[in-house]
C-alpha cells in the first residue's frame, strides 16, 4: 500500500476500525513511511485528547433532582384521564378516523332523504281524500238478470242509498250511535233485498263507496286523492292515485270512478 | 436469591473489534429486564431504579452533546420522560441502553435545534469545567489540562451532529461501530464514514496545538 491509499485508512486504524487484514497492511506501511507515521500520531494525539472530554460532577443531588422532576411530570402529565359521559364518547368514536366515512355517508343519507320528502308531497299522506270501492260478484250468467230484473230498480235505488247513506254517515263523521242507526237501517234493507233475490244465486253487483274525509281542512286545498276498488277476487285490489280532485258532478265518488 | 444472569440481546462482536469497555449496552441483567416490565406496568418506584441505573450514562451523553449543564439536565429529564411514555414500546430482545441511547440522541437533537434559535453556544471551560480539583498542586499541569479540555471541546463543538454522535458513542462510550450504527438507525459503513470524518476533522483541529506541544506517539 501506498500513501495515498494509507491515508484515508489512518484514522480507522488509530481508533482500530479496521479489518484485521487492513489493519496489518497499515501497519507494515507505517513502518517504512515517516510521513505517515507522524499523521498517525496525531491522530492518536487527537484521539488522547479526545478521552479528556469528560463531563463535570454531578452530584447526588442533581440526581435526585432530575429523578424528582420526572417522577412529578410523570404524575401530573400521565394521570389517569378523567371518563367522558356518554355524548362525549359518541362525539369522540364518530370524529374517529376511521369512522369519518360511515358519520360522512350517514349524514349524506339523512340530507338525501329529508330533502326527497320535501320535494315529493305525494309520499305525505295524512290529509289524503280516500275513496273505496268495492265490487260485488258479478251476476252468474244472463239468467241471472231476468230473475233481477224485475227488482233491478229497487236494487239499483237500495245500492244507491245505501251508496249515499254511507257517504252520508262518513264524510259527515256522525256521531257512533248515529252511525250505528244508518248502519243498521241499511243493513235492513239490504236484507229485505236479498230476500227479494233468494233464487239468485250469487249476490248481485254492488257498488259501495266510501269517502274518507278529514273535515279539518278545507276540502278546496289540492289534496291527494286516493280510490281503492275490491274486486270480487280477495287477492285483486285497485288502488288509484290521483293529485287532482274529482269533477263537481262526481263528488259522490260513483261517477268520478 | 436468584444469581444475576446476563441476557445476550444482540451479538454486535466484530473479530477486529476488542476494545470494549465494561458499560457496554449489549447485555441487559435479568434483574434490569424485570424492572422494566414493572416500569412498563406502572410501578414508579421500578421505574426510579432504572433511572438509578442509567443516569449517569444519560447525563454524560447529554453533556457531552450539548455541551453545557443547563442543557444537559434538561435534556436528561425529556429522555427519562419518554422512556416512561414509550417503554411500552420497548421490546426485550433488544438493549436497552441502546434504546436509551437512541431517545438520548433524538432529544439532544431536539434541543439543539432550539439552542440555535437563541444562539448559544457551548459553554467554555471557565463555566463548565469545574471537575478540575483545587488541590491539585501543579497549577500549571491543570491549566494545561484545562487548555486542553476547551480545544477539544470547540473541535466537538464543530463536528456535524451525527458525526458527533457517532464519535462520541464509539470513542467516548466505547460502543462497536456496530452497535453505534443500531443506535443511530445507520449502517457501519456509514457510521465508519462519519467516525473517520470527525477524527480527521478533530486532528485538523487540534493539529497546532499537538504540534506544539510535541506529544511522544501513543502506542498502537
Request: glycine share 4%; charged share 25%.
Amino acid at each position: 500500500m501506498n500513501c495515498k491509499n494509507v491515508e484515508p485508512l489512518l484514522s480507522l486504524y488509530v481508533g482500530r476500525d479496521l479489518e484485521e487484514e487492513q489493519s496489518r497492511l497499515v501497519a507494515a506501511h507505517l513502518r517504512s513511511c515517516s510521513e505517515c507515521t507522524l499523521a498517525a500520531d496525531e491522530y492518536a494525539g487527537a484521539s488522547q485528547l479526545l478521552q479528556g472530554y469528560e463531563p463535570p460532577f454531578f452530584s447526588d443531588e442533581i440526581y435526585a433532582g432530575i429523578r424528582g422532576q420526572v417522577l412529578n411530570e410523570i404524575k401530573r402529565e400521565f394521570r389517569a384521564p378523567v371518563r367522558p359521559g356518554i355524548f362525549s364518547q359518541v362525539f369522540l368514536a364518530l370524529v374517529q378516523p376511521r369512522m369519518r366515512w360511515i358519520t360522512a355517508v350517514v349524514l349524506l343519507a339523512i340530507s338525501v332523504t329529508a330533502l326527497y320528502l320535501s320535494r315529493n308531497p305525494s309520499h305525505q299522506l295524512p290529509n289524503q281524500e280516500q275513496v273505496t270501492v268495492r265490487t260485488g260478484e258479478p251476476t252468474r250468467g244472463g239468467g241471472g238478470a231476468d230473475v233481477r230484473s224485475g227488482n233491478s230498480n229497487e236494487s239499483a235505488s237500495s245500492s244507491l242509498l245505501s251508496h249515499k247513506a254511507q257517504d252520508h254517515v262518513s264524510s259527515r263523521r256522525l256521531p257512533t250511535t248515529a252511525r250505528r242507526k244508518a248502519n243498521a237501517g241499511l243493513a235492513a234493507n239490504n236484507r229485505s233485498q236479498h230476500l227479494h233475490n233468494t233464487k239468485v244465486d250469487a249476490a248481485t253487483s254492488e257498488s259501495v263507496v266510501q269517502r274518507h274525509v278529514d273535515v279539518s281542512q278545507p276540502s278546496t286545498a289540492p289534496v291527494p286523492l286516493r280510490v281503492e276498488m275490491q274486486t270480487s277476487n280477495q287477492n285483486i285490489r285497485i288502488i288509484w292515485l290521483s293529485t287532482q280532485r274529482p269533477r263537481a258532478g262526481a263528488r259522490d265518488g260513483s261517477k268520478g270512478i | 436469591m436468584i444469581p444475576e444472569v446476563t441476557i445476550e440481546a444482540h451479538d454486535f462482536t466484530v473479530a477486529s473489534e476488542k476494545r470494549l469497555p465494561e458499560n457496554v449496552p449489549t447485555q441487559v441483567s435479568r434483574s434490569l429486564a424485570r424492572l422494566i416490565d414493572r416500569a412498563a406496568a406502572g410501578d414508579m418506584v421500578a421505574f426510579d431504579e432504572i433511572m438509578k441505573h442509567s443516569e449517569q450514562r444519560v447525563m454524560r451523553m447529554t453533556w457531552r452533546m450539548l455541551g453545557n449543564e443547563a442543557d444537559a439536565r434538561d435534556a436528561a429529564q425529556e429522555v427519562f420522560l419518554r422512556v416512561y411514555k414509550y417503554l411500552g414500546r420497548f421490546r426485550q430482545d433488544q438493549p436497552f441502553f441502546a434504546w436509551v441511547y437512541q431517545i438520548t440522541l433524538n432529544v439532544c437533537r431536539d434541543i439543539a435545534k432550539k439552542r440555535r434559535q437563541y444562539d448559544t453556544q457551548f459553554t467554555s471551560l471557565e463555566n463548565g469545567g469545574n471537575d478540575v480539583s483545587d488541590d491539585q498542586a501543579d497549577a500549571e499541569k491543570t491549566l494545561i489540562r484545562q487548555q486542553e479540555r476547551e480545544l477539544i471541546m470547540k473541535a466537538i463543538a464543530t463536528l456535524p451532529e451525527r458525526e458527533r454522535a457517532a464519535i462520541l458513542l464509539r470513542d467516548l462510550e466505547g460502543l462497536s461501530t456496530d452497535e453505534v450504527a443500531h443506535i443511530m438507525r445507520s449502517t457501519p459503513t456509514t457510521v465508519r464514514s462519519q467516525i473517520s470524518s470527525a477524527r480527521q476533522k478533530i486532528r485538523v483541529y487540534c493539529g497546532r496545538y499537538l504540534k506544539r506541544e510535541e506529544r511522544r506517539p501513543h502506542e498502537l
